[in-house]
């Protein structure tokens, strides 16, 4: 240690590096410490002269880390971890309560996780659950949270990621609606069709009823949280194309019902993740793991009153077995 302090030019020019090298731009590690964009400047530009390297180069839009500031990054990132790892160790021997922090959607902590969080209650005590709430589309690094959903590729799947399900389309709507585009079902009936978003638009041509004009969009509902899609949907707006993982509950309590039996089944993959530079506490692995049997629950339901989906044997193609 003695040695360390040698090498740096202050203990906070670790903070700094690392916000910084997290951030990829000065004026994001600044906000994020509280001070100045010139003071992180003037701060890594000492350490780099304490050191004798550089550890950053500056690109348009922002900064990126030299081979030597990767390794620097690195270990830091492993160091800062281990330490807050043993915080929190401390605090839950003193407490007794363990923090979780999920990212995840409006639309799923709504419509999935809140009515069933007295049972996560009981499941979990302990637990203090946090969130960091998306509104839109989910994405992004998982940035101070212990777990994430999030939508990838096959080839992106590693050690940090659990499947959920692949990503599973259906068109929805309440059973007030499904009754009345029945009964107008010989008379052109025209639906309105609820969207999140340009990137959405369009969506219900992708489903065979309304691609063989059977049905068609007369109106469209757009909003910009899935979340108020969902619940427009539930009110008997309209028509909402549901993502299995946010709708499941609805779907297998009767709220919801599925507008078309028709599934689309997308080549993403929806999964739980652990951020890398972080090490996995047994607590985040229970609740990973209660969060997909809870969904297989849901999920066997679904196949239970709406065979004609079918649900199992898509869900079979990418490994999950509905028992």
Known sequence: ????????????????????????????????????QPAVSRMLARMEDHIGVKLFERVRG????????????????????????AIREIEVRATGVETVTLSVSTGFTTHWLMPRMSRLHQAFPSVDLRFQLISGRIGGPLVDVDLGMRFVHDEEIDE???????????????????????????????????????????WHERFQAFASKRRHAQS?????????VVQAALLGQGIALGWLTVT????????????????????????????????LRPIVAHVRDWLIEETLS??????????????????????IVLD
């Open 1 to 36: 240690m003695p040695n360390l302090r040698r090498k740096l030019p202050s203990a906070n020019a670790l903070f700094v590096f690392e916000a910084a090298a997290r951030c990829g731009n000065f004026t994001r590690a600044a906000q994020e410490l509280y001070v100045s």
């Open 62 to 85: 922002g900064i990126e880390l030299t081979e030597n500031g990767k390794i620097l990054y690195s270990k830091i990132s492993e160091g800062f971890s281990g330490i807050e790892s």
């Open 160 to 202: 940090n990621a659990v499947l959920l399900m692949p990503e599973t389309l259906l068109p929805v709507c309440n059973a007030r609606y499904h009754e009345h585009a029945l009964s107008d079902a010989g008379r052109e009936h025209g639906d309105t069709v609820i969207i999140m978003d340009d990137e959405e638009r369009g």
């Open 220 to 228: 469209m509902l757009s909003f910009n949280d899935y979340a108020i």
């Open 248 to 279: 499941s509950h609805w779907l297998a309590q009767g709220a919801l019902v599925p507008a078309e039996e028709e599934l689309l089944v997308t080549s993403r993959r929806c999964c739980l993740l652990t951020p890398p530079n972080r090490p």
């Open 298 to 319: 849901d999920l066997r339901v679904v196949e239970s009153k709406y065979p004609g989906l079918g649900l199992r044997d898509a869900l079979m193609q990418t490994g």
